[in-house]
């Protein structure tokens, strides 16, 4: 009886609560204004996995913005919240998560800009991702900082320089795996025009430090990485005749690595450092016709394939880092517009590669043709034929295809395409993809806010030299709206290799010299709807469900992976205060991880408030 007297309480101390606009002057020069939602109720979690809790909940976010002297001096905001879930607010935590993020920015519309940021959450929801379905779920704490300046001055270079840094820990729910993960970033930038040349260069520091779950991967206790990133560049633009310009960049990178697994001990460091050059040159001298010319030198493929594999967070170790690799590429064409809508491409391109103890050297001549002026009131298409050889004389013939379709059928709006190729070179020159892209839509109109829209669309992909390394993703989705009530559905499914990283599961293409136990192959399903009903003035209804299932194969160890999600709230607009009701269930299993599966609801109901504190 006391707890409902004391939400009895709360209900008319927040219905009493006045609302107040003026801003605050703090001495002469500093103004700020303040607002937030509070939120009180009844609250209770249990589950399998975890005691029984209710009882009164209190909650609550805030906005607080000023600034001092003049907001184009300084001008700042401040956003913190506490206990918030998707129960009884717009936040989308399965936890009452709690947090605070700020921002300041100094001299803003100056010569000498520059900003300060920091945010903080705990116990909040987080995701592990795995392709093509929902992501696995985590729960842990995060913080970041970040801090810039420029210099913007008449005459002279401008300059930019910024830091920022972050850092995380999670638990994925359902399991006994931990993750975390610290990034250090420090950028430099600086542009300028000479004697026509519009020049750029720059400067990037990139450091992370990750420890990642390797229950996928069949082993025991955790992957650790470390790496270092550097680079350097610059690059510039000039004018030419003929409507013509010429663009040239240089980049020099050097990326270090250190991999190991808290079971097994070390599994390896590399080094990388990699100089790549590009110029670009193209003439337009008539109307119809632009000429051009390409070239592009890369010294070490190796670091251009495994640096931005390791820096997205990849916890596997690199192979063949004695090999010497390199890449020249030369390419010419033209562009020629044969009569309105009808245009052709032609293009020569040499290549010269050393990889893995051998080299290859060769052409490929490509013609292409194409029509966008819609035929039979619908369809525009192109197509593009390949011609390929090597030293060994060894020929082979591509293909790239392309339609797009637009109609108006009564009030009806559909569009779709479909993408084919056959036999394309990849960056690799012994190494060739195939794969068909499609999608369609519908859509109609029906007035008044009514509406209906369908979607679907798919892409499958190939490579030659690696029998059954074959990706697909297909996905549907469908919505209706209508005056009072609002549907949503949705189902997609994928399938391919991966590798293991502080993000999660993510797809890659067959990359020579990655050893085979590092490889993930996984296939998942996901689908879910969606309601939203408003059958009174002020009262609004929603409801939303997925469920995802996944398997995935490495070291000869299976997992199959499940995640479903429950959710409905009720908000009720009664004058100044809005009565909540909500309730979640969630579950996740991951069978590799040893641990049953867990689930956990939640519900609460009560009432919250926008209030103008100053």
């Not at 359902?174 to 040349?197: I, M, P």
């Not at 990655?514 to 709807?529: F, M, Q, S």
């Not at 408003?534 to 995802?548: C, D, E, K, M, Q």
Request: glycine share 12%; no cysteine; net charge neutral.
């Amino acid at each position: 009886m006391k707890k409902f007297a004391t939400l009895a309480g709360l209900l008319f101390l927040l219905g009493i609560v006045p609302r107040a606009n003026a801003q605050v002057t703090v001495g002469d020069d500093l103004k700020m204004n303040m607002g937030g939602v509070l939120t009180g109720g009844y609250s209770g979690s249990y589950g399998d996995q975890m005691p029984s809790s209710h009882g009164l909940d209190f909650g609550g976010s805030a906005q607080l913005a000023g600034s001092y002297y003049n907001p184009n001096f300084v001008n700042f905001s401040v956003t913190p919240y506490y206990n918030q879930s998707r129960n009884d607010s717009g936040f989308q935590s399965l936890t009452d998560a709690s947090g605070v993020s700020a921002q300041a920015n100094l001299f803003t519309g100056s010569r000498y800009p520059g900003y300060v940021d920091y945010s903080y959450a705990h116990n909040s929801t987080g995701i592990f991702g795995l392709v093509g379905t929902p992501n696995f779920t985590t729960i842990g704490d995060s913080q970041g900082f970040g801090i810039g300046w420029s210099a913007i001055l008449p005459g002279l270079p401008t300059l930019s320089v910024s830091y920022s840094q972050g850092d995380g820990t999670g638990n994925i729910y359902g399991t006994n795996e931990e993750s975390s993960a610290s990034t250090k970033t420090f950028n430099v930038r600086s542009s300028y025009a000479l004697a026509g040349w519009n020049l750029n260069a720059y400067y990037t520091m990139l450091k992370t430090d990750s420890v990642i779950p390797f229950f996928l991967g069949g082993e025991s206790g955790n992957d650790y990485s470390r790496s270092t990133g550097n680079n350097i560049g610059m690059n510039g633009f000039h004018k030419l005749p003929w409507n013509g310009s010429i663009a040239l960049s240089y980049n020099f990178s050097r990326y270090s690595g250190d991999f190991g697994s808290a079971a097994f001990g070390d599994k390896g460091n590399s080094t990388y450092d990699t100089n790549t050059q590009t110029a670009l040159l193209s003439f337009h001298p008539t109307n119809k016709l632009t000429l051009f010319a390409n070239e592009t030198f890369t010294d070490n493929l190796n670091g251009y394939f495994y640096q931005n594999l390791i820096n997205g967070g990849s916890g596997v170790p690199i192979m063949q880092t004695n090999s010497s690799a390199n890449s020249l590429t030369l390419s010419s064409g033209l562009n020629y517009l044969i009569m309105p809508h009808l245009y052709t491409q032609a293009q020569v391109t040499y290549y010269d590669q050393t990889y893995f103890g051998h080299t290859y050297n060769g052409s490929y001549v490509s013609g292409s043709l194409g029509y966008n002026k819609k035929i039979l009131n619908t369809f525009t298409v192109a197509a593009t034929v390949i011609e390929s050889s090597n030293q060994w004389a060894n020929n082979s013939l591509g293909f790239i295809g392309t339609v797009n379709g637009f109609r108006h059928f009564g009030g009806w709006e559909v569009s779709g395409g479909f993408n084919y190729a056959q036999n394309v070179q990849t960056i690799l020159v012994t190494y060739t993809t195939s794969y068909y892209n499609y999608n369609a839509n519908l859509h109609k109109r029906m007035g008044r806010g009514k509406q209906v829209t369908a979607a679907y669309n798919g892409s499958h992909t190939g490579f030659s030299q690696y029998a059954g390394t074959v990706s697909s993703s297909d996905a549907f989705s469908a919505s209706l709206a209508l005056r009072r009530f609002t549907m949503t559905g949705n189902y997609i499914e994928s399938s391919g290799q991966s590798i293991l990283t502080s993000n999660g599961i993510q797809p890659i293409p067959p990359t020579p010299g990655l050893p085979p136990e590092g490889l993930i192959v996984y296939n998942g399903k996901g689908y879910g709807a969606s309601i939203g009903f408003n059958p009174i003035s002020r009262l609004n209804i929603t409801g939303t469900y997925s469920h995802a299932t996944s398997d995935t194969i490495s070291n000869d160890v299976f997992s199959h992976n499940r995640t479903e999600i429950y959710y409905a709230q009720l908000q009720y607009r009664l004058r100044q205060l809005n009565v909540l009701a909500g309730y979640t269930r969630f579950s996740q299993g991951i069978s590799a991880a040893g641990t049953p599966a867990a689930a956990q609801n939640s519900y609460f109901i009560g009432v919250s408030r926008w209030i103008n504190f100053f």
